[in-house]
């Protein structure tokens, strides 16, 4: 890991009555558009939409780093994200945001192991700790079949 501070830079171009374009270093671009509750297409990702796909993502990462470094053996994890949007005192925020997570750990892995990282996730995702919403983590765990 490089040393703190970390820094990073994203490049958005717009033109009249088109989708931005969103990129940063040498990654691909993302075509980014209103969404569709405030009269988009619904083609493009939406500057929300990307917002929670960053939570949802930070939070995946975290764990996933928490499992290897754990030593916990698991076989998939899926991350549902929900936003609420709504007016706070005249100006529009994120008032809520909700985790849904199911993790399918491996044969014989430790269940009680495995909820101790995913509630450890929430509180080391940068996202998360980032944002000034409540966020609720719903998690359920599956042991494995073996």
Known sequence: MQPFPHHYQVQVNAEANQ?????CDQLP???????TTFGGSGEHWSPEELLLAALGNC??????ALAKASGLAW?????????VLDKVERQMRFTRATLRV????APGADLDAAERQLQRAESICIVANSL???LALITEVQA???
């Open 19 to 23: 989708p931005l374009t969103t990129g």
């Open 29 to 35: 671009p993302l075509r980014v558009d209103t969404p």
């Open 59 to 64: 939070y995946a990462l975290s764990f996933r």
């Open 75 to 83: 076989v998939s994890l899926d991350v549902a994200v929900e936003g």
């Open 102 to 105: 199911g993790l399918t750990l």
């Open 132 to 134: 000034r919403v409540p």
């Open 144 to 146: 494995g079949v073996g």
